[in-house]
């Protein structure tokens, strides 16, 4: 019996090994398609470390929010939002849900990527397939140059310094004396702004 | 200008979630350049990586995450091999119901093809045995026919006798001659012809004369009509009735219905046996029981009446019926050398194996 159990733990860690290389995509199809619940296992333990420090405030803040009754709880809201939701982008999904576990009035809602977040995807994908294609891609960065000087003045210094400077967050801030928090905001703003001009 | 316009198109780049080994160094500061701007790109798009990111940055926090991150990726482990160990489990129970079904099925067709195989191989059996009878009711014409022969032949034996030899013939003498084959001579039954010669010396020979003349017409006359083996005992013993008036003496002629009696008593109770044990054979060969009916005629093989030549050669028949053409040919060869009735027939059933 030795033998066949070591033989079963081997097989079991190739497979988590193979788990382990496919995407988010592959593993949500994995788990909905095939029922496998170890491709399952492997995406909500990919973004683990990031549910703990994101859930760390909320810990011990009122009965029943202990380590040991939020983590479950989260797992689980998670693997069953997983079999019926529409997943597009991981780490949106599982924020939202741990806001919502969180914010207890918004439990029942179900999660649907925002039209923002839907129209930046668009144009990623859209630039993921220009790679390939000089002309095309020659098309798109004439349209983003245009866009960008579209932009209102403040978002257009932050993304040339950001994007083409590649100056760090926090030297942003302090160039403007603003706040991480608040340069990562107008950053943000502006890449959806101009998600927003490229798709119409 | 070219730089630019690469690093332009790579806003839009997807970068993924920091993993565990990337937050911590991020917070240390111990990333490079490059590395620390492509997870700064990432962190403008994701709140979940931010969050993680503010949180940490504060000291009491930190200290807690180690121990709880790696506390719920054993726990996620933990609860995925418990999962799959169970999801195997259930697969292979599934499985092996499949199997057992599946060999249900497999045994639950088998039974009924043997059976359904059953049922067609008797159904033709049935056909074949409805198909075969010619073959027995032709075996039964070429088994009449001797007895028809045998029948015929002491008839004509008869015939012989009455005309010619009148003052020899005697009553007692025909009666008993008229016993059914030649081959069939017993020694009780010449002795009791003596004692009957003997009675015949009286005044009066006429009447059984007389009696001798009519009753062998009669006689042919029932045989011819029948010809059947059946018929052949009620006619002798018609006849005795028919005899006893003409003796003129009282005392000899009870001395000779006893004498014929005892003869009739010895004479007709092995050739009834035997004709029985014949017809029972008969029928055994003509329902197609070939083994049977062979085991029939061997038991009749020994006897000393017709029935053992007749048996012989139905013998010699059953044996070519049955493609043993050696037994056969030594069954005729026996019917021949008995230089019975039936011989001409096993000599030609002879010449034709």
């Not at chain 1, 930046?120 to 960008?148: S, Y």
């Not at chain 2, 129970?93 to 088998?110: D, G, H, M, N, P």
């Not at chain 2, 008797?122 to 075996?139: D, L, R």
């Not at chain 2, 007389?210 to 052949?232: G, N, V, Y």
Request: hydrophobic share 35%; proline share 6%.
């Amino acid at each position: 019996m030795e033998p066949f159990r070591f033989s079963y733990v081997n097989i079991g860690n190739t497979m988590l090994q193979q788990l382990t290389n496919l995407s988010d995509k592959e593993l949500i199809s994995r788990a909905r398609k095939l029922k496998d619940q170890e491709a399952e296992g492997v995406l909500l333990e990919r973004y683990s470390h990031l549910m703990v420090a994101v859930c760390l405030p909320y810990l011990n803040t009122a009965p029943g929010t202990g380590a040991d009754d939020v983590f479950p709880v989260l797992l689980q809201r998670l693997s069953n939002s997983l079999k019926t939701q529409t997943i597009h982008k991981v780490n949106e999904w599982i924020h939202y849900n741990i806001k919502a576990m969180q914010d207890k009035s918004d439990r029942n809602l179900p999660f649907f990527s925002t039209t923002e977040s839907r129209e930046i995807q668009q144009v990623e994908n859209r630039i993921e397939q220009a790679a390939m294609n000089q002309k095309e891609q020659q098309q798109l960065l004439a349209q983003v140059n245009t866009v960008i000087s579209q932009l209102p003045a403040e978002e257009k210094y932050f993304l040339t310094k950001f994007y083409l400077e590649q100056q760090t967050l926090a030297q942003l801030a302090a160039s403007k004396k603003y706040s991480i928090d608040k340069t990562r905001q107008i950053l943000k703003n502006a890449k959806q702004h101009m998600a927003s001009i490229l798709m119409k | 200008m070219s730089s630019n316009n690469d690093k332009i198109l790579k806003i839009f780049s997807t970068v993924r979630c920091m993993n565990r080994d990337q937050l911590p160094r991020y917070l240390d500061g111990r990333l490079t350049d490059l590395e620390k701007h492509l997870l700064e790109q990432h962190l403008v798009d994701c709140d979940l990586c931010f969050d993680a990111l503010q949180t940490l940055s504060q000291a009491k926090y930190r200290e807690q995450y180690q121990p709880l991150s790696v506390s719920i990726q054993q726990y996620i482990r933990n609860s995925i091999r418990k999962v799959s160990t169970t999801q195997k489990v259930e697969r292979y129970q599934r499985l092996e119901q499949k199997k057992e079904s599946f060999l249900i099925y497999f045994w639950v067709v088998a039974a009924v093809a043997l059976g359904a195989g059953g049922v067609y191989l008797v159904q033709q059996q049935n056909k074949f045995k409805a198909m075969n009878p010619p073959q027995p009711i032709a075996a039964v014409d070429k088994v009449m026919e001797p007895i028809q022969t045998s029948q015929s032949q002491p008839v004509v034996q008869q015939a012989e006798t009455a005309a010619a030899p009148v003052a020899s013939g005697t009553s007692g003498r025909d009666t008993l001659q008229r016993r059914p084959t030649p081959a069939e001579v017993k020694p009780v039954a010449l002795v009791k012809k003596d004692t009957v010669k003997a009675a015949p010396a009286t005044p009066k020979p006429a009447p059984p004369k007389d009696t001798i003349k009519k009753l062998p017409p009669a006689e042919q006359k029932e045989e011819k009509s029948t010809l059947q083996p059946a018929r052949e005992t009620p006619a002798p013993v018609a006849e005795k009735k028919d005899t006893p008036p003409p003796a003129p003496k009282p005392v000899p002629k009870k001395e000779k219905e006893k004498d014929d009696d005892d003869t009739k008593t010895v004479d007709a109770q092995p050739t009834g046996t035997d004709e029985f044990l014949y017809k029972a054979a008969m029928v055994y060969h003509q329902q197609g029981d070939l083994n049977e009916a062979i085991s029939r005629y061997k038991h009749l093989t020994d006897s000393k009446s017709k029935y053992g030549e007749l048996s012989r050669y139905q013998l010699a028949v059953c044996y070519r019926s049955k493609g043993q053409t050696g037994k056969a040919r030594r069954m005729f060869k026996e019917v021949v050398r008995m230089n019975g009735p039936m011989k001409e027939k096993a000599q030609s059933a002879l010449d034709s194996l």
